[in-house]
């Protein structure tokens, strides 16, 4: 590998190098970009699924020790209410503890035994004996009370609505408004044991709302969690988190518009245009309902961390690439450079430069083709030199048949003049056609003349033809006026003319024919048809025709068809067709100049 010898960032504006290197940029930070995306939602995906599973373990547990809680204070207050001694205190009547008062305080401290017992436990703070008869009946305490003075309060009303059997659990504020510590109540109609279908009074345990409140703390996964516990009647046990979700008609709109159900499974919910898990689970033994609310962002907190740690190893990744793919770049691409200034030098001195060694490979390959095509060129170059000698020759000769024509010229107008002093008008009149015609070969110099010129020239050449040979050629020009001031080069049409009444008419027994010159312009092309009614010729005589003449063959058509391609180019000429017998077409095309 070959390094610069000195480094530089000065690398120029779209060169091969600068693409090279943006290439090698994109191809690293490509796959590097693509490893970041892809491990980011990987590891999302895998901490939200996770987060599900985890979460649906916690509410699954939590749900059950719920569950557990409230039917072991079932439990204890159906212990209670099938106490014998209970059933017994609460069926005496108050007559008979106004006869026996001693029997009250006996009685009294009996069932508080009872009560607070073995049994019960910590989380019932206190017990209540709603009864008819029995010790109330008689005198009120705080553990017993007469049922007939809650028999209009909400809470009874409650549980007369509800089965003879069921435990109810109602809030506080039911029994006590103001209180400052909130509490829930478990409440219990006491059955008849000898009748089973009517009760003898109501049994109440009041549980601390910190005994649920410490149960749901421990279900907060994270620091966002929301978790709310509330009953069939859409009263709240407690709740802890975002007090704007535990709205509990929010909360079960939530669960209605999303179909969810309460097997504990979490599911995907927006709320606000953010995502949350939430999860669903009834409480048995209870008429309650526990929710959980995981905000998706806290689920991803680790996700995030993990992306961000990404982001950085892959930016110094790229940050530290720069200088190494730079180096390899200017590498890779020297020898490109070197080929680029051998081409440059070659173009500076003609393609006349020794060929340059440049490797094996494609590079190698490459450059050989250009030292191959600089060998072509520099050909080319000198296969130009030649041909624009030729060129210069053909002007040459075409000079030299020109002088004569200058001095016979000068010498017909002296002839001209001396048969008007003569008075001798066939000499006139030859002397002045025969001056025009070589005037018109002199042109004053010009190499290019306008179309008119050419047909003039050609009118009269034939009328000197025709004085000669007795009227025997007769000449049609067919061409658009629009035309007349078309350029092309000079003594073109009068030869190929010349060349029919020779070769073609004159051939004829009778020696008489026609002439016919067309002109027509189309797709940036003049082409001028000459056509003639003369003896014809074979299709051998065709093909010799344009061939190149050897030694003093002389240069006729061959030399006007060269002259047009050495001044228009390769698609310009003359082309030939012809019937023995019929006669001959010369189809004579240039550029369309004005």
């Not at 009560?115 to 703070?125: A, H, K, L, R, V």
């Not at 200034?341 to 020794?354: P, Q, R, T, V």
């Amino acid at each position: 590998m070959t390094f610069p010898k000195k480094l530089t960032f000065k690398i120029p504006r779209n060169s091969f190098v600068t693409k090279l290197f943006a290439t090698y940029l994109v191809l690293m930070m490509l796959p590097l970009s693509l490893i970041l995306i892809i491990n980011y939602y990987r590891s999302a995906q895998i901490s939200e699924e996770q987060a599900i599973y985890s979460n649906e373990k916690v509410i699954s547990q939590t749900s059950d020790f719920l569950s557990y809680k409230v039917f072991s204070l079932k439990n204890i207050i159906d212990i209670i209410s099938f106490d014998e001694n209970v059933q017994t205190v609460l069926k005496t009547s108050d007559s008979f503890y106004r006869n026996n008062k001693g029997y009250w305080t006996i009685q009294t401290e009996d069932i508080k035994n009872i009560i607070y017992n073995s049994y019960t436990t910590s989380d019932i703070t206190t017990v209540r004996l709603y009864m008819r008869k029995g010790p109330a009946s008689f005198e009120e305490t705080d553990n017993f009370k007469r049922l007939s003075n809650a028999e209009q309060s909400d809470w009874y009303t409650r549980i007369e609505n509800s089965p003879l059997l069921d435990t109810v659990w109602i809030p506080s504020y039911f029994f006590d408004p103001g209180c400052p510590s909130p509490y829930i109540s478990i409440v219990k109609r006491i059955p008849d044991l000898n009748s089973i279908n009517k009760y003898i009074g109501v049994i109440t345990g009041t549980v601390p709302q910190s005994v649920f409140e410490e149960i749901i703390a421990k279900m907060t996964t994270t620091k966002n969690t929301t978790v709310a516990l509330y009953n069939s009647h859409n009263e709240m046990i407690t709740a802890t988190g975002d007090s704007a979700l535990t709205e509990v008609n929010f909360l079960n709109g939530i669960i209605a518009e999303n179909k969810l159900p309460a097997d504990g499974t979490m599911h995907k919910v927006n709320i606000s245009k953010n995502d949350y898990l939430i999860g669903v689970h009834n409480i048995d033994h209870a008429d309650w309902k526990l929710v959980m609310l995981v905000p998706n962002g806290d689920i991803l907190t680790s996700a995030y961390l993990y992306r961000n740690q990404l982001f950085w190893i892959v930016l110094i990744l790229f940050l530290f690439s720069i200088p190494i793919i730079y180096i390899t770049s200017y590498s890779i691409t020297s020898r490109l450079r070197r080929l680029k200034h051998h081409m440059k030098e070659a173009g500076s001195k003609n393609f006349i430069i020794a060929p340059l060694k440049n490797g094996e490979d494609e590079i190698g390959e490459l450059t050989d083709s250009f030292n191959t095509m600089a060998g072509k060129i520099s050909g080319l170059l000198d296969e130009q030199y030649r041909l624009g000698y030729e060129i210069k020759n053909l002007e040459l000769k075409v000079l030299q048949s020109l002088i004569n024509p200058h001095f016979l010229y000068n010498t017909l107008d002296m002839i001209y003049w001396l048969a008007v002093k003569n008075k001798v008008p066939a000499i006139e009149n030859a002397a002045k056609s025969l001056g025009r015609f070589y005037k018109l070969s002199l042109g004053h110099g010009e190499d290019i003349v306008t179309l008119e010129k050419e047909l003039t020239h050609v009118r009269t050449y034939v009328n000197i033809q025709n004085m000669r040979f007795e009227d025997k050629i007769n000449l049609v020009v067919d061409v658009p006026d629009e035309l007349s001031s078309c350029r092309i080069i000079k003594i073109v049409l009068q030869p190929l003319v010349e060349n029919a009444i020779l070769h073609g008419i004159y051939e004829k027994a009778d020696s008489r024919g026609t002439i016919t010159i067309k002109g027509q312009a189309s797709g940036g092309t003049l082409q001028i048809t000459i056509e003639d009614d003369g003896v014809g010729m074979s299709s051998e005589q065709l093909s010799a025709l344009l061939a190149t003449p050897g030694e003093n063959k002389g240069y006729g058509v061959w030399n006007i068809n060269e002259r047009i391609r050495l001044t228009y180019g390769e698609p310009y000429g003359l082309r030939f067709t012809s019937t023995p017998d019929e006669g001959t077409c010369v189809f004579v095309t240039f550029p369309l100049e004005k």
